[in-house]
Each structure stands twice: as structure tokens, then as C-alpha cells.
């Protein structure tokens, strides 16, 4: 009885969930607007087959063409005294043409035979008016098609212009000569299809290295274990900032100095082939490779000293470097003639070079100083009695949470231009310090406080977030911020190549074996080296896999992106469509559809071999 | 030496796997731990070189507290702690020479791992080691191209590169059949007899305790239930460590 009952309510089930399913595609029909009845009108098939007919004949090669004009006089209207002596005997031997009659008026027919023509041909036969043979000026639309012997007969109608002089009828007979070359379409799709594909590989190459270190912070097995107490958490959260400033600073100082040396080219060579040796061997003895005894503080202070003059020698080095390759490359960019492009390679290279060493600097000086920072911290925690810690924290907790939720305010201001400061910044150094000091007044001042996990949860909410916005509208942003073309598409593949792979890398971070790890972190390993040698041999292979996956994306998301200004061959692409020029749009598309074949198979031939 | 006091281990979910042991070891001692598996072995053993954080109690070696130890003195107190695993916890990816010389790595300044670079000694050291357990010629191979008991030789070999003063085996034959299991066992003995390497050593056949250890603790639900010679092993004290259903084998 009981069984019964539920198999009954088992089949309403199924009938109210067939019911709903049957809703949803009714809706899903209505919605997008399925309507099969266009696709059979007239109108549209004609239209579709025109369309296909056009896109199977890609505009892609053509010949040189040699034109021979011939013609054939007769008079419109016919002479007074039907006298048509004037008119010669046609050359028989070359292509020639027989009308008959050899006299009509306007809107009369005449009988037009060509013979000696070459065959199979299709030519334009048109009326030249006045008694000039070679005028240029021609009527009618009609054109003939020869057989086999290149003979062909039709019917002309003689248009409404009279002259007393004999006029002409006239076939135009255009032959290929030489061998097929490529169209002007074909050489701009190759130009644009090698653009997108190196598009795609830079966006991919700048994408990996991005992603790479960050994958490492967004994945949850190394980032649990993180923990430190909040002395030294809020250290370095205040070492962040002024290391950052301080780096910038100081490495821009470096460059100004730099400047005016780099111009001498002999300056620049010499700088750079003497500071490799003098940071080499400052760091050598800074940081000996094998450490047994714990070393006196006089020499760890006289050790950071060296270390830190060997950066500012090696920031010199990199000015220099930058200084080098821009003389070198203004040197040499005539004389490497269609070569020319590895100059403006060399020179936009310095230009990155110079540009990114003082964020360069900045990021280590930030680091460095909030890793000596947290260090110190987790000193003072250790080695001081509970009350003063506590104090402590109360002090530099505030002073953190100030910091923070200061700069947030001054980065809300510059956004919304709110122009109130005491809302948009003193306000949030008040909360900030408040919430700092809530956070020391209620933990335990030695407790340690989960800061791996919070770095983690941030992270992984910006990927995250940064993920859900295509490449195509990221795209939209690049185009504003850098102009028009691939330059602007390379940017948005990027940066969407970052989000993607930091999520597809951690991912596989988070499932290595545990064991590996394990063991080398009981060597004594700290954590960067368990990340060197116990994660990275195990997540190389998917990491090429995923490197690989992510080009074929970029190459086919490049092949678009120029829809909304990226450059690349999707510019081409769109404008050939606007313009309704489909045969050119479909050399395009071929050329896309290949190389998408191609980066797949490649991709996959690559995939089994390494991994 | 080292102390072991009132040590109590209570994971997250509330299990208790260590429940107020303590026992001393002297120097250049080979005490084998046993018990059922998830009598919490393994965790005693973890907790000694802080992979895992003990809830309560102490661990002191030659005075000094472990327990207590900031990450920069743990480093310090791990490097002169081998470890040996029951799985082997090679990284299969890396080449045999790169395995053993990662037991380096207390020792390397981290800057200088970015590199990958260890410096000549210790790459003679590690053909040393690999040389002492009789596989110098799969140095170049991959580690997961090894057999079990080739594998366990090369975590051994790792071990030995931190010039250890103490090894902690977990489990190291468990893996291995009963050949290769006396050939490890052999090894340890040998660091430990003619090193003077304390070795604590978990075992599940009461065998090999007989044959190579001086001493046995037996943990059962987390407490010490036995501790003294392994000839004092009767059957009653067999039923008291194993349960009472629990018959011996081998």
C-alpha cells in the first residue's frame, strides 16, 4: 500500500518536472525568437544564396590582365544614300567582328558575330559613340561569352546617338597573363592573421609570468599554514607602503642621476659590463650560500649595508642597460634596413626596462622592508612579556588599520572626485585606526592570527572578480587607455590571461601530493624553498599544459577582439563585412579557421610530448 | 637527549591523538615506537620536529624547547632532524641527485635556492650518500623511475645530508616486502650504530623491533602503554598494546 502511494507520487513527480522542462523551453523559443518561417521566404534564401556563393569564392588570388580591344564601325542612322563604302573589310586574320546590318537606327537590333576570338572568354560588348575608334566613353551593359572555336553571336541594341561619321561597336577581351599572385586582400589578411598570432603569444608570455608568482598566494594548501601574530601583521602592513614609497623614490633618484651618464655610449657599456661583477660578488659575500653558525649582529648589519648598496649598484646597472639599448638601437635602425624592426624591438624593450625599474624597486624595497618589518615583529612578540606586547599591537595595530583604509580613501577620492577630505580621508583613518585597535583589544596579543588565509581570500576575490569581465570588454577599456590596435588587444588578453591561469594554476597548486611537501619542509626547508623544490617540479607539466590551452584561447579570442578596436585580423574582418565586401571577408575567415586548425593541433602534438 | 613531557595532540575535529605521553630517549638510542595503526605514531613523530603543533605539553632536546622554538630557531632545530617517510615523499618529477640535496636546504641560504644552486661540497656530499646506500648510478634517473625500496633509499640518503643528530622513521618498511624491509632496517641500524644517530622509529612487525631495536614505547588511542625492552614484550602486554582480540603474526 505504502509503495504504491509513492510510486504515484513518483510519477506526478515526473510529470509536473516534464511539465516544467516543457515551460522552460517554450520560454527559452519565445525568447530567442525561433521563427523557421523567415528562413523560408523568398527573400532571405535568395539573398543566403548569394551570400555562400560569395563567401566560397574568397578573394584571395588574381592575374595580371592583358587587355585587346575590338572594334567594328557602323553607322546610327543609316546613311542618306546607304552608302556603306566607308567601312573596311575587317582583318580576318585577328579577332574580328561581323554586324549585320551594318546600318540602324536608335532602338533597332543588330546582329553581332565575333570570330577568332579566344575561347571561353566572357567580355564586355559595348557602343562607343562619336567616330573616335579609341574612345573611351562607352554604353551599354551587355557582355558576350565565346565557345570552344571563340566564336560567339548575339543580338546588340543600338542606343539613341546619331552621327553622320561611322561609330563602333566594340569587344573588350581581357586574358590572364603570367602566374597567379596574391590579392592586395590576401597580402592585408597575412599581415593581419601574423599579428593576431603574435598578439595572442605575448598576451600569453606576459600573462604567464604575471600568473605564475600569484598562483602560489592563491592557493590554499601553502596559504592555510600562514600565520603570524599581529605585531608582525600589522609591521608589515605599514612596511608595505613606506617600502614602496621609499623604493620608488630612491630608484627614481638612481634614474636621474643616471640620465645624464647614459647618454655615452662608452659609459654605458662599461656600467654594464662592471656592475654584473660588482653585485655578484657583494651578494656573494652578503649572502653566503651555507650558513652553519648564527653570525655576530655587527656583521649582519655590515652584510645588510653591502646588500643593500649592491641593489642600488645593480638599479644603476639596469638604467644603464635601458641607456644601452636605446643607443644602440638608434645606432644601428638605418643600417639593419628591413631588419629595421629588432632596432624599434631593442628600443621598446629599454623603454619597459626603464619604466618598470623603478616599480621594480619600489616592489622589492615594499617587500624587503615589510619582511624585515614582520620579522621584527614576530621578535618582539616572542621575546617581550605579555603586557608590553599587548601595548604594542594596541600602537601599531591602529596605526596599520589607519594606513590602510587611508590609502583606500584616498583611492575612492581620486575615483569619485568626492573633493571632501575630511570624508574621504580622515574619516577612514579614523575607522581604520578604530578597527585596528578593536583587533588588538581582542586577541590574544601573542595568538597568531590566519594572514595566509586572508592574502588567499583577497586574491582570490580579485581573480575572481577580474575573471567574470571578457576579454572583449576589458578590450573596450585598453582601447581608451592606449589607442586603437593590437597593442590595446595584446593588454586586455593579458591581463585576462593572468586571471584565468592564476585560477587554473592554483588549482593545481591546491592538489599536489602532500608528501613531497612534507618532507621537505622537515629539512628545514623555509617556505620559499619547499615552494622551489617540494610544488614546482610537481606542477610544471599541467602549468605547460594550461600555458598551451591558454594560447589556443588567446589565438582565437585575438582573431575577435579587433571587432571592438584590438587589432589584429578581426579589424579586417568586421570593416570587409560593413563594407558587404564578403568574398574579401571570406579569405578572412578561411584564414582564421586555419590558423585555429593549426594552433590546436600544435598545441596538442606539444601537450603529449611534454607532459 | 630528548624529553618528551605530558605531550597531548587534539586535532581540529576534536580527535584526540596524543594523550599526556612522555618518555625520554638518550642519546644514539634506536627506539622503535609501535601500536595500532591511528594510535597516533605518526603524530608523535610529527609533533617532535613541529610538522604538526602539539596542543599541549613539551618537547626538549638537549635542553632545548622545541615547543617553544620561533620559525627561525625551528629551522635550525629541523636540519639536524631526519626524517624518513613510510611513502618515501620523494618529488617524483625531480632527478634522484636534486631529491637527496634538498636535505640541504636547512642549510642553504633561500636566496640562493631561487637559483637552484648548491654549492660543490654538498654536490659531492650527496654522490657520498647516495654512494653509502649503494644507488650512486640512478643518481641522473627520475624518482619515480625507482623501485619502493630504491626510493626509500634515496629518502634515506636525504636524510643523511642534513648530518643529522637524530632520524625520525615513520613507518619506513611499511611499504616494502619483507627483503627490502630488512635491508632499509639494516641501514638505519648502521647510521645508528656507527654514527651515533639517535633513531626514533615507528614498526608494525614485532620482528624487527626484536631485531634492531634497543628500546620500545607502544602507544594505544593516543597513550603510552608500554615503554622498556623489546624481550619484555609478553603476550599479556601484547594483548594490553594491541587489543585483546589481536593475535601475533610473524
Known sequence: MKEKKSSAWKSIQFGLAVLLGLFVYAYGFDVTKVNLEELRSERRQQSLTRVTRTLAQPDLITYDKQEAIVNSPLYVPCPADNNLSAIPAADTAAAYLAITPACANPGETVQVEGFNFP????????????????????????????????????????????????????????????????????????????????????????????????????????????????????????????????????????????????????????????TPFIFWYAVRWALPQEEIKIPSPSLRLTRLLVLFIAILVAF???????????????????????????????????????????????????????????????????????????????????????????????????????????????????????????????????????????????????????????????????????????????????????????????????????????????????????????????????????????????????????????????????????????????????????????????????????? | MLQVKNLTKIYDGGVKALDNVSFEVPDGQFLAVIGLSGSGKSTLLRCINRLIDPTEGQILWDGEDITAASPEEMRRIRRKIGMVFQHFNLVHRSKVITNVLAGRLGYVNPAWSLLNRFSKEDMEKAVKQLERVGIADKANQRADELSGGQQQRVGIARALMQDPKMILADEPVASLDPVLAHSIMKHLEEINKKDGVTVLCSLHFLDLVHRYADRVIALNQGQLVFEGSPRDIDDKKFKDIYGRDAERVG
Do not use: C
Not at chain 1, 481 to 493: D, H, S
Open chain 1, 119 to 274: 575561347p571561353n572568354i566572357i567580355g564586355p560588348i559595348r557602343f562607343v559613340p562619336g567616330s573616335d575608334p579609341l574612345n573611351v566613353v562607352t554604353l551599354g551593359r551587355e557582355s558576350i561569352k565565346t565557345d570552344g572555336d571563340g566564336h560567339f553571336i548575339t543580338s546588340f541594341v543600338i542606343p539613341d546617338r546619331i552621327s553622320e561619321e561611322p561609330q563602333h561597336i566594340r569587344v573588350t577581351i581581357s586574358e590572364n597573363v603570367g602566374s597567379p599572385r596574391f590579392t592586395q586582400n590576401a597580402k592585408d589578411t597575412w599581415d593581419k592573421i601574423i599579428e593576431t598570432v603574435f598578439m595572442a603569444l605575448l598576451a600569453t608570455t606576459a600573462g604567464t609570468i604575471l600568473a605564475f608568482p600569484l598562483s602560489f598566494i592563491a592557493a590554499r594548501n601553502l596559504m592555510k599554514s600562514v600565520r603570524s601574530p599581529l605585531t608582525s601583521v600589522a609591521l608589515s602592513v605599514l612596511g608595505w607602503p613606506i617600502g614602496m614609497g621609499l623604493g620608488y623614490y630612491i630608484v627614481n633618484q638612481i634614474g636621474i642621476f643616471t640620465i645624464p651618464l647614459a647618454e655615452n655610449i662608452f659609459t654605458n657599456l662599461i656600467s654594464v659590463a662592471v
Open chain 1, 316 to 611: 644603476f646597472g639596469f638604467f644603464q642597460l635601458a641607456g644601452l639599448a636605446t643607443n644602440i638601437s638608434l645606432g644601428i635602425e638605418k643600417a639593419l634596413g628591413s631588419f629595421g624592426f629588432l632596432a624599434t624591438f631593442l628600443f621598446q624593450v629599454s623603454d619597459i626596462l626603464r619604466i618598470i625599474t623603478p616599480a621594480l624597486g619600489a616592489l622589492a624595497a615594499g617587500g624587503t622592508l615589510a619582511n624585515f618589518l614582520g620579522h621584527l615583529g614576530q621578535r618582539i612578540s616572542e621575546k617581550n612579556a605579555t603586557a608590553r606586547v599587548k601595548t604594542t599591537n594596541l600602537i601599531l595595530a591602529a596605526l596599520a588599520g589607519a594606513t590602510v583604509l587611508g590609502l583606500l580613501g584616498a583611492l575612492v577620492e581620486w575615483l569619485y572626485q568626492v573633493g571632501q577630505f575630511e570624508y574621504t580621508f580622515w574619516a577612514p583613518v579614523l575607522i581604520g585606526a578604530g578597527l585596528g585597535l578593536l583587533l588588538a583589544a581582542f586577541t590574544q596579543p601573542k595568538d597568531t592570527l590566519p594572514t595566509g588565509m586572508v592574502v588567499y581570500s583577497i586574491t582570490r576575490t580579485i581573480v575572481n572578480a577580474l575573471r567574470s569581465v571578457e576579454a572583449l570588454v576589458m578590450a573596450i577599456v585598453f582601447v581608451i587607455a592606449v589607442g586603437i590596435g593590437p597593442f590595446a588587444g595584446m593588454m586586455a588578453l593579458g591581463l585576462h590571461t593572468i586571471v584565468s591561469l592564476v585560477k587554473l594554476y592554483s588549482e593545481q597548486v591546491e592538489s599536489i601530493m602532500p608528501g613531497p611537501l612534507e618532507a621537505i619542509t622537515a629539512t628545514g626547508a623555509n617556505r620559499l624553498q619547499t615552494i622551489i623544490y617540494a610544488v614546482i617540479p610537481q606542477v610544471i607539466p599541467p602549468y605547460i599544459s594550461y600555458t598551451m590551452y591558454r594560447w589556443d584561447i588567446n589565438v582565437r579570442m585575438s582573431t575577435i577582439i579587433g571587432f571592438v578596436g584590438g587589432g589584429g585580423i578581426g579589424f579586417l574582418l568586421q570593416q570587409n563585412i560593413n563594407l558587404l565586401n564578403y568574398r574579401a571577408a571570406s579569405t578572412q575567415m578561411i584564414a582564421i579557421a586555419i590558423v585555429v586548425a593549426s594552433m590546436d593541433y600544435i598545441s596538442s602534438v606539444l601537450r603529449e610530448k611534454y607532459v
